[in-house]
């Protein structure tokens, strides 16, 4: 069975240089280098599984991420992607809670459960119930510091435009991912909801809650509701709560991940922008949409 390895720049910080993608291809026996995007990505065709290892180490510590697909089915057919710090570069409820004068103290309950150290749904709980008295209006002053992460409308597009099916699922909140999934193209959004009443948080979040196992159990049914085969998936994300569905997609791409989602993934990136999960899925830059 033949594979492709795919090299992808940081852009902003350097260009991809021929002589780095030949010492790859070298390293690996590849065959002949094929350019995605000039400076930027390129794949190298494998006969055998590449070792990610030696190509790492023929990069010599570039920023330089590589991706390894299976040559047939590259191109999925269904996107779940998480929310925060994936395709939005903060985390919402850190934001949220700076509201409250309480962003270092939930930002670090954030960092363990986000690093596999908490139960997810133990510490969502937790972070929501300080949250207890804030008014809406403050979750409107935090959606207006929000950012798409560079290349999220890319992503989305061009896998729109090639008839795949998009889908955020957050273990955030629905007040975000409702806006940040019509911002960036998303077909659907899934997320937990924050209660309220006359306006003002109660410091309870909706049940059940949307952890690592309903965000499989996501995928697996939208793919199911398609007719779709896993290995015609694609999933993204950064933290422990991620790992369950990136484990069950076809391609699970770990995106500048905690260190306990970095060390299980095979296909991680860790320089680059979101435009590294079209390049390994063969498409060229000429073929993006969105930008």
Request: contains cysteine; aromatic residues 4%; hydrophobic residues 45%.
């Amino acid at each position: 069975m033949s594979y492709v390895l795919t090299l992808v720049a940081a852009r902003e910080a350097t260009s991809l240089t021929s002589a780095q993608v030949n010492r790859v291809r070298d390293a690996l026996r590849g065959r002949t280098p094929m350019e995605l995007s000039p400076g930027e990505a390129a794949d190298i065709p494998c006969d055998d599984a590449p070792d990610l290892q030696a190509a790492r180490a023929a990069l010599e510590g570039a920023p330089v991420d590589v991706l390894i697909t299976r040559a047939r089915f590259r191109r999925k057919a269904l996107l779940v992607a998480d929310m925060d710090s994936t395709i939005v570069t903060s985390e919402t409820l850190d934001e949220l809670a700076a509201e409250a004068g309480l962003k270092d103290v939930v930002a670090e309950i954030t960092r363990r459960s986000m690093n596999g150290e908490i139960d997810f749904p133990t510490a969502l709980r937790e972070r929501v119930l300080m949250l207890r008295g804030l008014t809406l209006d403050a979750l409107e002053r935090t959606w207006t510091k929000v950012s798409l992460m560079p290349g999220a409308r890319e992503l989305v597009a061009t896998m729109r435009a090639n008839g795949a099916t998009t889908a955020l699922v957050s273990g955030g909140f629905t007040f975000f991912t409702e806006r940040v999934a019509a911002l960036c193209g998303f077909d659907a959004h899934h997320a937990n909801e924050l209660l309220h009443e006359a306006g003002v948080l109660t410091g309870a979040v909706g049940e059940p809650i949307l952890d690592r196992d309903a965000k499989r159990a996501a995928l697996l049914r939208l793919a199911a509701g398609r007719g779709l085969r896993r290995i015609d998936t694609l999933a993204v994300g950064d933290g422990a709560n991620d790992l369950a569905m990136l484990r069950e997609a076809g391609l699970g791409i770990a995106y500048h991940a905690k260190p306990v989602v970095a060390a299980e993934a095979t296909n991680r990136v860790d320089y680059a922008d979101l435009r590294a999960l079209l390049f390994a899925q063969g498409y060229p830059a000429s073929a993006f949409h969105g930008d």
